[in-house]
C-alpha cells in the first residue's frame, strides 16, 4: 500500500515558476514509477490527462506535448519524493495535479495503481 500526498499548489501569474512535490509512505517507493496528472476544474466531464512520469529504477522520464520543455519531473528517492517543477505557467495550466503509482511506467491512467487528493494550481492571465 500506498499513500500519496500532494503539496505546493496554488496561486501564480502567467508565466511564473510553482513546484509540486508528493510525498509517498512506505519503503519501496524507488520500486514505482511516478505520475503526474491533471484534471481541470471547471470542466468535470474532461478526463484526467497525463502530465508527466519519472520510471523507478533509472529515472526515465516522460512529458505530455503540451508541458514539455516547461515542467521537469524528479524524484528523490531517499527522500519518498517526487518533484514536478513547473516553469513558463499559462492560464491552460490552471487544474488540480495529481500525482500517481505504478508499477511500471506509463502515460495511461488506468496503470496507475495509487493516487493522491490532488492540489489547486491557479494561474492568472
Known amino acids: 500500500q500506498v499513500q500519496l500526498v500532494e503539496s505546493g499548489g496554488g496561486l501564480v501569474q502567467a508565466g511564473g515558476p510553482l513546484r509540486l512535490s508528493c510525498a509517498a509512505s512506505?519503503?519501496?517507493?524507488?520500486?514505482?514509477?511516478m505520475g503526474w496528472f491533471r484534471q481541470a476544474p471547471q470542466a468535470p466531464g474532461k478526463e484526467r490527462e497525463f502530465?508527466?512520469?519519472?520510471?523507478?529504477?533509472?529515472?526515465?522520464?516522460y512529458y505530455a506535448d503540451s508541458v514539455k520543455g516547461r515542467f521537469t519531473i524528479s524524484r528523490d528517492n531517499a527522500k519518498n519524493t517526487v518533484y514536478l517543477q513547473m516553469n513558463s505557467l499559462k492560464p491552460e495550466d490552471t487544474a488540480v495535479y495529481y500525482c500517481?503509482?505504478?508499477?511500471?511506467?506509463?502515460?495511461?491512467?488506468?496503470?496507475?495503481?495509487?493516487w493522491g487528493q490532488g492540489t489547486q494550481v491557479t494561474v492568472s492571465s
Open positions: 500517481a503509482a505504478a508499477l511500471r511506467v506509463s502515460y495511461l491512467k488506468g496503470e496507475y495503481d495509487y
Open positions: 512506505g519503503r519501496t517507493f524507488g520500486r514505482y514509477a
Open positions: 502530465v508527466a512520469a519519472i520510471s523507478g529504477n533509472y529515472g526515465i522520464t
